[in-house]
C-alpha cells in the first residue's frame, strides 16, 4: 500500500480542510498548522488538533522539528500573500525539504515556484479545464470522474521497480499490461533521465531497475500488478495461473 | 342568436380558425417588427436603399434633368412599396376580427343586438392608435411627395430619410439618448432661449435705430444673439457702439458656458446609455445563434472558463453583477452582460427555453451560485447547469436542486494534494493530464457511423501505430446512463457513437479525429 508520511499542514481555511480530509482517508500522520485563532477553534469543535504558529518568527518554525529529507510541508493558507511567506520562509529554513503549495491562479503559480515551492497546485486551473471538458467532452470528464475525481475502485498509481523485479531488462512492447488489467501510461526510464515520458509507443523502453511505471488500473488489479513487478518467482507463478 | 350578423361573424370565426391566414399574418409581423426574425435585416436594407434612391434622385432633379424612366420608378415603384408598407403595418397592428368576435359575444351575453356603428368605432379607435403614432405620421408624409402638382411637397421626400429611423437600430438609440435627457435639455434650451431674448432686445435697442447698417429689424437681432450664443459667430452682423459690445462680450461667456452644458448632458447620457445599447447588442447577437453557454460570473475561475471555452469553440456569453467585471469581460473581447443572473429575465432574454444550453455558475458566492442554479432550472428544467460550491454540504443541497454538476475546487486541489503525498510521480501524469498544459492530451474520438472504426474490435485496431494509449470505451446510449468501459476487452466491438478516450500527443490524436 501506499507509504505513510509526515505531512506538515499549515493553514485551515477552505483549502486547508480540504487537504487534511483526503490526506486522512489515505492515513498519513499529518500535523496541521494555522497562525488563524478563528480556525484553531473550529477545528477543534471538529475534533481537529490545529497547532497555533507565527510564520514570522523562525524559531518558532526551526521548534516544529522538520526532517528535511522525508517529511511533506503543504502549503494552504488562504491568502495568496500569506502563502508565498511561508514558503519562501520555509525554503530558506529547509533547503532540501519538499514544499508543495496551493496557488489561485497562473501568475500566482509562477511566483510560489520562483519562491522555492517543489510543486503547485494550480486550483482554478484545473478546476477550469474541468468545466470546460464537461461542456466540450462528455467522455473525457467522464473517464476523469472514474480515474481521478470519485472515490472508487479505478486509480491511478507508480510502481518502482525494485532490485528483484521480474521486469527488469525487459522491453515494454514485450511485457503485456492489458492482460494483467492495467493501462500503462506514463513511465521515468532512468537512463533517459528523471523526465517523465508518456508511453503513446513511440519509444520502445528497456526497464531497468529503479524506473517508475505509472499505471491506472482497479485496485485489485494493482495489487497483482505489484506483485507481478517487485516479487519473488513463486508468487509470480501464481499470479500468471490466476490471469 | 342574431341572425343577420351572422356572415360577418362566420366570416370572423373563419379567419380566427383559419392558420393559414395566421400564418401569413405572422410572416409578416415578423418580418416588420420582430427585430429577432433573421429575414427581417433583408427587408430593412431593402427598404433602406429605396429610401435612399428616392433621396437621391431628390438632389439630382435639382441641377440635372432626370431620365423620365427614373421618374417613374421613384412614382410608381416607391410610392407602391410605401403604400403597401403602410397598409401592411395597419393590417398587422390589431387583429379586426378578433374585435368583432369580442363584440359579438358580449351583445350576445346581454341579449342585446349587435350595432354597426359601435363596431366600427370600435375598430376605428383601435386603428387610429397606430395611424396617430409618430412613426405612422412620418410613413404617410413620405408617400405624399408622389403627388407632383405641388413642388413644395418635394422637400417632404426628406420624410422617406426619416422612415430610416425605423430601419436602423443605432439612430433609435440616439433618439432614445435625447429623450431621457428631456428635463436637462429643455431646462437649458429655455435658458438660452431667455438669454437669446434679452441679448437680441439688448442690442436691438442699442443698435437697432440706425446706427448699425445690418439690424433692420427685431429678427436680425435674434438671429444675430443665436449666432454669438452658439460661438458659431458667422460675422455678417457684430455689433458697432460700445455698447453693443459690452452685451457681446456677456453673452459669448455664457455661451460658452450653455455650449460645453449641453454637450456634457449629452455625452453622459450617452456613456450612460451606452452599456444598455451595448448590452442590447448581445442580446440581439445571441438571438442569431442556435446554442448559447452562459458563465454566470467573471472572478478568477470564470476567466480561466471562458479562455478554454473560447479556445474550444464555444459560444458563451458572460453575465456579472459586478460593472468593473463586466467591463473586463468585455475588454477582454468578449460577450458581456451586467445583470443581476437570479433574476429570470435575463434569461427570458437570452432564451432559455430554446437557445441556452448550458449554464455555468461560477462566482464565488455558494449562494449566488445556488440562487442562479435554482433561477434557471426553475424557467427551464433541461437547461443543463454546472454549478461551483465550496463544501459537500452544500453541493448535497445543489444537488436536490436538479444542479447537474457540481464543481467544488478545493476539494479538487486537496484531492490532487493527497495524490503528491504517496505518489508523487503519479501527481505529475495527472497534472499534466487534468491541466493539459504538455503536448500530452486526454481527449475524447468519437466514432462515427461507417467509419474505419466502425464495428470493429478493440483488437483489430493498432493503437501502437496510432501512438495513443486507450484509457477506455464511452458508451452513449439513448434512455439509459452513459458508461465508461475502463480498459475494454480485446473482443469488445466498436460502434457509431461510442467514445474512445485517449491519450496521446496532440498531433496524434489530431491525426485520428482527421480519420474520422
Known amino acids: ?243 | 342568436m342574431k341572425n343577420k350578423n351572422s356572415l360577418l361573424l362566420k366570416f370572423a370565426y373563419y379567419i380566427q380558425g383559419s392558420t393559414r391566414y395566421q400564418s401569413i399574418k405572422g410572416f409578416f409581423y415578423n418580418l416588420l417588427e420582430n427585430d429577432k426574425y433573421p429575414y427581417k435585416k433583408y427587408f430593412d436594407f431593402f427598404m433602406i436603399t429605396i429610401i435612399l434612391s428616392s433621396v437621391t434622385l431628390l438632389v439630382m432633379d435639382v441641377k440635372h434633368h432626370v431620365p423620365n424612366w427614373l421618374d417613374d420608378f421613384d412614382l410608381y415603384l416607391v410610392t407602391s412599396v410605401f403604400i403597401l408598407e403602410y397598409l401592411i403595418r395597419l393590417w398587422v397592428f390589431s387583429d379586426i376580427h378578433k374585435i368583432i368576435i369580442e363584440e359579438y359575444e358580449e351583445s350576445d351575453f346581454f341579449d342585446r343586438e349587435l350595432s354597426y356603428w359601435t363596431l366600427f368605432v370600435k375598430i376605428f379607435k383601435n386603428k387610429w392608435e397606430y395611424i396617430s403614432s409618430l412613426s405612422a405620421i412620418i410613413d404617410i408624409i413620405a408617400i405624399l411627395p408622389s403627388y407632383r402638382g405641388l413642388r413644395v411637397l418635394r422637400v417632404l421626400v426628406l420624410f422617406r430619410a426619416f422612415k430610416m429611423l425605423r430601419y436602423t437600430k443605432s439612430l433609435t438609440g440616439f433618439l432614445y439618448v435625447l429623450k431621457n435627457k428631456k428635463f436637462e435639455l429643455m431646462t437649458l434650451l429655455t435658458l438660452s432661449a431667455f438669454f437669446i431674448f434679452i441679448a437680441g432686445i439688448m442690442l436691438y435697442v442699442f443698435e437697432g435705430d440706425n446706427d448699425n447698417p445690418n439690424i433692420h429689424n427685431l429678427f436680425d437681432a435674434f438671429y444675430w444673439a443665436l449666432i454669438t450664443i452658439s460661438t458659431v459667430g458667422y460675422g455678417d452682423i457684430s455689433p458697432v457702439t460700445p455698447e453693443g459690445r459690452v452685451v457681446t462680450m456677456l453673452i459669448i461667456i455664457t455661451g460658452i458656458g450653455l455650449i460645453s452644458f449641453v454637450t456634457s448632458i449629452i455625452v453622459s447620457s450617452f456613456s450612460e446609455r451606452l452599456t444598455v445599447l451595448r448590452e442590447g447588442r448581445v442580446i440581439q447577437d445571441i438571438g442569431k445563434k442556435n446554442s448559447i453557454t452562459v458563465i454566470c460570473g467573471y472572478g478568477l475561475l470564470g476567466r480561466l472558463v471562458a479562455k478554454g471555452l473560447e479556445q474550444e469553440g464555444v459560444e458563451f456569453v458572460i453575465i456579472d453583477k459586478d460593472e468593473n467585471l463586466a467591463e473586463l469581460a468585455y475588454t477582454h473581447g468578449y460577450h458581456a452582460i451586467c445583470t443581476d443572473a437570479t433574476q429570470g429575465n435575463i434569461f427570458k432574454q437570452l432564451g432559455v427555453e430554446s437557445r441556452v444550453s448550458h449554464v455555468l455558475c461560477l462566482t464565488s458566492d455558494d449562494i449566488q451560485n445556488a440562487f442562479i442554479a435554482v433561477n434557471v432550472k426553475s424557467l427551464n428544467e433541461n437547461v443543463h447547469v454546472t454549478a461551483r460550491c465550496s463544501d459537500e454540504e452544500i453541493a448535497q443541497k445543489m444537488r436536490f436542486a436538479k444542479v447537474d454538476q457540481l464543481i467544488l475546487p478545493e476539494e479538487i486541489a486537496g484531492m490532487m494534494g493527497s495524490v503528491y503525498a504517496g505518489e508523487p510521480v503519479a501527481f505529475e501524469v495527472l497534472l499534466s493530464i487534468i491541466e493539459e498544459k504538455g503536448k500530452t492530451q486526454i481527449d475524447e474520438i468519437k466514432i462515427t457511423k461507417d467509419s474505419f472504426l466502425d464495428n470493429k474490435s478493440i483488437h483489430d485496431v493498432d493503437f501502437t501505430a496510432l501512438r495513443l494509449i486507450l484509457l477506455g470505451v464511452f458508451q452513449k446510449s439513448e434512455g439509459s446512463e452513459d458508461n465508461f468501459i475502463f480498459n475494454p476487452d480485446d473482443d469488445y466491438i466498436l460502434c457509431a457513437n461510442d467514445s474512445l478516450v485517449c491519450i496521446g500527443y496532440a498531433s496524434a490524436i489530431a491525426n485520428l479525429k482527421r480519420k474520422m
Do not use: W
Open chain 1, 1 to 243: 500500500m501506499v507509504e505513510k508520511k509526515n505531512i506538515l499542514l499549515f493553514g485551515y481555511g477552505n483549502f486547508g480542510k480540504q487537504l487534511y480530509k483526503h490526506l486522512s482517508i489515505a492515513k498519513h500522520n499529518i500535523r496541521i498548522f494555522s497562525t488563524n485563532d478563528a480556525f484553531i477553534e473550529s477545528a477543534k469543535e471538529e475534533g481537529v488538533r490545529v497547532e497555533k504558529i507565527n510564520m514570522k518568527r523562525n524559531d518558532d518554525i526551526l521548534s516544529l522539528g522538520v526532517n528535511e529529507a522525508s517529511d511533506l510541508l503543504y502549503c494552504a493558507m488562504n491568502h495568496t500573500a500569506n502563502n508565498l511567506f511561508l514558503v519562501l520562509t520555509l525554503r530558506t529554513l529547509f533547503p532540501k525539504a519538499t514544499i508543495i503549495a496551493i496557488s489561485n491562479s497562473f501568475e500566482n503559480t509562477r511566483k510560489l515556484k520562483y519562491a522555492g515551492a517543489n510543486s503547485v497546485i494550480d486550483l482554478y486551473e484545473a478546476t477550469s479545464r474541468r468545466v470546460v471538458n464537461i461542456l466540450t467532452k462528455p467522455a473525457v470528464t467522464k473517464a476523469l470522474d472514474e480515474i481521478i475525481y470519485k472515490q472508487n475502485d479505478l486509480s491511478m498509481a507508480e510502481v518502482v521497480l525494485d532490485e528483484k523485479s521480474k521486469l527488469d531488462g525487459k522491453y515494454l512492447h514485450d511485457v503485456d499490461f492489458k492482460s494483467m488489467g492495467v493501462i500503462l501510461v506514463a513511465i521515468i526510464d532512468k537512463e533517459l533521465g528523471h523526465e517523465l515520458i508518456f508511453t503513446d509507443h513511440r519509444i520502445n523502453h528497456k526497464l531497468d531497475i529503479g524506473d517508475t511505471l505509472v499505471v491506472v488500473s482497479q485496485k485489485e488489479n494493482l495489487e497483482r500488478f505489484k506483485h507481478f513487478v517487485n516479487s519473488d518467482n513463486i508468487k509470480r507463478e501464481t499470479i500468471e495461473q490466476t490471469s
